[in-house]
Structure formats: C-alpha cells, structure tokens
C-alpha cells in the first residue's frame, strides 16, 4: 500500500483544513486509517482513526470536537476535516494504514504498517 497526503498549507487560528491521503492497492476498505502529527522536537502523536468499512472513528481529546475523519472506499481516500485551528495544530501531518489493529489500539502508531511522507500543516495566530 502506497500513501499520498496532501492539503496542508498555511491558515489563520479559527480557519479550516481539509487534508487528504490517496492509498493505492485494492483492498483499502479493509485497513483501518489513521492521521498522526509530528510538532518540531516532538514525538509524534495520534490525531483520528475510523475503520475499514464501518467507519468508526476515534479521536484523542485534543481535536474531539474540531476534526472529523472520513473516507470514501470507492476513491480509496481518507480525508481529515480540521476546523477552529489553533497554533498548537501546527505540525506534519501524516496518514497511516494498519492491516489489523484493534479498536483500543487505533492510536499507537507501532500498530501501522503503510506510512504517507506527511504534508505540512502552519496554523498562525
């Protein structure tokens, strides 16, 4: 499985991004997704998830209630909607594939096996 993110940019606190992850290979609909962010001097951290074809979701208190994950099984996409931005988001966003990961393990990022090359995300304030 190959990844592709893309969408990032530069914003203003309280704007919006939306930022997508074009995988390649026939049976997307059956890895669970999940974008992960690295700040400059920081580990990186779990940011969504939602799996293969039921589509649940799973945020970390962080971005509950600003950023939605989805994906679109046909397109082979995953998209991750930020709203009200805050300085704080600013990172490197990547996107991620796991081939088995269990609900309450959706946010270690050693449960991944595909990794997208990340896609800049600067929230100015």
């Known amino acids: 499985v190959q990844l592709q993110a893309s969408g990032g940019g530069l914003v203003q606190a309280g704007g919006s991004l939306r930022l997508s992850c074009a995988a390649s290979?026939?049976?997307?609909?059956?890895?669970?997704m999940g974008w992960f962010r690295q700040a400059p001097g920081k580990e990186r951290e779990f940011v969504a998830a939602?799996?293969?074809?039921?589509?649940?979701?799973y945020y970390p208190d962080s971005v509950k209630g600003r950023f939605t994950i989805s994906r679109d099984n046909a397109k082979n996409t995953v998209y991750l909607q930020m709203n009200s931005l805050k300085p704080e988001d600013t990172a490197v966003y990547y996107c991620?594939?796991?081939?088995?990961?269990?609900?309450?393990?959706?946010?270690?990022?050693?449960?991944?096996?595909?990794w997208g090359q990340g896609t800049q995300v600067t929230v100015s304030s």
């Open positions: 991620a594939a796991g081939a088995a990961i269990y609900y309450g393990d959706y946010a270690n990022l050693n449960k991944y096996d595909y």
């Open positions: 290979g026939r049976t997307f609909s059956s890895y669970v």
């Open positions: 939602i799996s293969g074809s039921a589509g649940i979701t």
